[in-house]
């Protein structure tokens, strides 16, 4: 059975920083591409950062230079450091791994940023 369990969302004030981390189990983490997204009230799910099997990371252009994906395959987890959060970051944050035609998603943690 696989499981993705998200952590570390909050509230902080704008310019603070939170570190997301999803913990997986039931997959071969090694082979996975990993991605976080997130969902703001109102509006559609979008992409925020991936990192491949490789570890090489992309990013969405609101968050480059701002956010950090990176993935420890020891200890099957993905981590998302946010800096300078702006209150425009504010949304439901979810983990999801994906391998070809596989796809699998968190329960999602609430980050807020307050202005």
């Known amino acids: 059975q696989v499981q993705l369990v998200e952590s570390g969302g909050g509230l902080v004030q704008a310019g603070g920083s939170l570190r997301l981390s999803c913990a997986a189990s039931?997959?071969?983490?090694?082979?996975?591409?990993m991605a976080w997204y997130r969902q703001a009230p109102g509006k559609q799910r979008e992409l925020v950062a991936t990192?491949?099997?490789?570890?090489?990371?992309n990013y969405i252009k609101s968050v480059e230079g701002r956010f950090t994906i990176s993935r420890d395959n020891a200890r099957n987890t993905v981590a998302l450091q946010m800096n300078s959060l702006k209150p425009e970051d504010t949304a439901v944050y979810y983990c999801?791994?994906?391998?070809?035609?596989?796809?699998?998603w968190g329960q999602g943690t609430q980050v807020t940023v307050s202005s």
């Open positions: 999801n791994a994906y391998l070809g035609l596989l796809d699998y």
């Open positions: 990192i491949n099997s490789s570890g090489s990371p």
């Open positions: 039931g997959i071969i983490f090694d082979f996975n591409s």
